[in-house]
């Protein structure tokens, strides 16, 4: 489903929980846990004036073409919003909902993008580069729900285990992990493949939640 139907999609009882941004969540409305921190930053190709550059403000930018992603996926919205609050309104060469086209676009050096940390860090590429903005916009990714409606017992069960991840996340982010050069989190790592039980058959694999590295 397209990021801009996920709430009304929610209005409209299709489904009772939904992963989406925090960005015009009406709090009256919706009842939500923060699943994961997120903020925007700018992707450029490696080429272009700005890549060197250890921070930029949205307003340098005023002149440059943007690559987008489409309506459809909300984080327009959120960009030309910002581009307005900066005072301009850039100029949108092309957009799309794909990913790849996105980047791909920004690596030829006909635009620039403002794309989500965890987006970026997803599908980084090595023909482009990211810049931190001086303007800290958020777009944090939650769990959000109806908080007129009832639940069912599975999804209550959810929320609760989404809450606890996100808080253990949110603690060993804090203790430096992921954070620190050489520390890592690995999630859902595999520890084995499953008992043998014969006839090339296994059991369950076993995963742990976390696996903490260091160097």
């Known amino acids: 489903i ?10 409209e009882r299709r489904f009772d929980l939904a992963f989406t941004r925090q960005n015009y969540l ?8 923060d699943i994961c921190k997120d903020k ?7 080429k ?12 340098e930018l005023s002149n ?10 909300g984080l327009q919205r959120v960009i030309m919003d910002e581009c307005g ?3 301009f309104e850039p100029t949108i ?9 996105v980047f791909g676009l920004v690596g030829t050096n006909i635009g620039l993008a403002l794309i989500p940390v965890k987006i970026y860090e997803y599908h980084k590429q090595p023909d482009i580069v990211a810049i931190p903005l001086d303007e800290h916009i958020e777009c944090n990714i939650i769990l959000a729900w109806l908080k007129n409606r009832k639940l069912p017992k599975a999804a209550g069960i959810f929320i609760e285990f989404m809450g606890k991840m996100a808080a253990a996340a949110g603690a060993l982010k804090a203790a430096g992990w992921g954070v620190v050069e050489g520390s890592k989190i690995r999630r859902e790592y ?26």
């Open 40 to 46: 925007m930053l700018v992707v450029v190709s490696t």
């Open 190 to 215: 595999p520890i084995t493949l499953g008992r043998i039980e014969g006839h090339g058959k296994r059991g369950k694999a076993l995963t742990a939640d976390y696996v903490l590295v260091y160097r």
């Open 2 to 11: 397209d990021g801009q139907n996920i709430l009304p999609a929610l209005d």
């Open 48 to 59: 272009n004036q700005y890549a060197k550059r250890s921070s930029i403000s949205l307003k």
């Open 85 to 87: 609050k900066a005072g």
């Open 64 to 73: 440059d073409n943007f690559i987008v992603f489409d309506k459809v996926t």
């Open 93 to 101: 060469f092309y957009s799309s909902h794909r990913k790849v086209s």
């Open 26 to 33: 009406d709090h009256n409305q919706y009842a939500s846990v």
